[in-house]
C-alpha cells in the first residue's frame, strides 16, 4: 500500500484526474456491458425461433418481448416493420451513444498522461535550470518519475478500456443481427401485405396461378386448331 502511495505521489496532480477518469470509465463501461447482456437475445435458442414467431406466448426472455410488441394487433409489413425499427432506435442507437462516450473516454486516459510527461519535463529541464550540485539529480529523478508514471498510468487505464469497448460493439452488432432475423421470420410467419390484409397475399397469388393457368390452356387451344389446320 505504501508503495502505491509512492507511486501516486510522484505522479503529480495529474494521477487525480487520471484516478477520476478511470473510476468514471469502468461505471460507465461495466452498466453498458449489464444492458447489453440484458437485451441480448441469445442465439442459442435461435433453433426455436420459427416456432416462437408463430407462437410469441411460447417464446423466452426478451424474445418473447419483442415479439408480443411487434406483432400486438399489427395489420400491415409497414407497422411490423416500423416497431423493429422504433426497437432499433430504442436499443442500438442508445448503445452507439454509450459506446461513443466510453470510447472517448478511453481516448483522453493516454492524453491525460501524456500531459503528464510534458509537466514532468518540464519540471526536469526547470530543475537544471535553477539548481545546481546535488541538488540538480534529484529535480530531475523526480521530473522524470513524474513523466514516466502518468504515461503508464495513462496506458494502463486506456488499454483494458479499449477490450471492452470493442465487447460492447461485438454484442451490439449481435443484437443487432438478431433483431433482423426475427424481422425476417416475422414477416415471413404473418403473410402481410402492405396493405394489412394477411388473406390478400395469398389472394393474390391464387389470382396469379389462376391467370398463368387460363393462358396455358389459351395457348394449348391455340396450338390444337394450328395443328388441325396443318393436318389438312
Do not use: C
Not at 397469388?205 to 391455340?222: D, F, K, L, W
Request: hydrophobic share 45%; aromatic share 6%.
Amino acid at each position: 500500500m505504501e508503495a502505491v502511495l509512492t507511486i501516486w505521489k510522484s505522479g503529480g496532480w495529474v494521477m487525480i484526474p487520471l484516478f477520476s477518469l478511470a473510476a468514471l470509465l469502468y461505471a460507465q463501461a461495466f452498466l453498458l456491458i449489464l444492458l447489453a447482456r440484458d437485451w441480448s437475445l441469445s442465439t442459442k435458442t435461435s433453433v426455436h425461433w420459427w416456432d416462437w414467431v408463430r407462437n410469441p406466448a411460447n417464446a423466452e426472455g426478451r424474445v418473447r418481448e419483442v415479439l408480443e410488441y411487434t406483432q400486438d394487433g399489427a395489420q400491415s409489413r409497414k407497422q411490423v416493420m416500423s416497431r423493429f425499427d422504433e426497437i432499433r432506435r430504442g436499443l442500438i442507437e442508445m448503445l452507439d451513444r454509450r459506446v461513443i462516450f466510453v470510447s472517448m473516454l478511453v481516448a483522453a486516459a493516454p492524453l491525460l498522461g501524456l500531459l503528464g510527461t510534458v509537466l514532468g519535463m518540464l519540471q526536469t529541464f526547470l530543475g537544471i535550470s535553477t539548481s545546481g550540485g546535488t541538488e540538480t539529480a534529484g529535480v530531475v529523478a523526480a521530473g522524470i518519475s513524474e513523466a514516466l508514471v502518468t504515461t503508464q498510468t495513462g496506458l494502463t487505464i486506456a488499454l483494458p478500456g479499449l477490450f471492452v469497448v470493442m465487447l460492447i460493439q461485438r454484442r451490439k452488432h449481435q443484437l443487432a443481427g438478431s433483431l433482423s432475423r426475427l424481422e425476417s421470420l416475422t414477416l415471413a410467419a404473418l403473410k402481410l401485405d402492405a396493405d394489412g390484409d394477411p388473406r390478400s397475399a395469398g389472394k393474390s397469388q391464387a389470382e396469379a396461378a389462376t391467370q398463368t393457368a387460363e393462358s396455358t390452356q389459351a395457348r394449348g387451344s391455340n396450338g390444337g386448331v394450328g395443328q388441325w389446320h396443318d393436318a389438312a
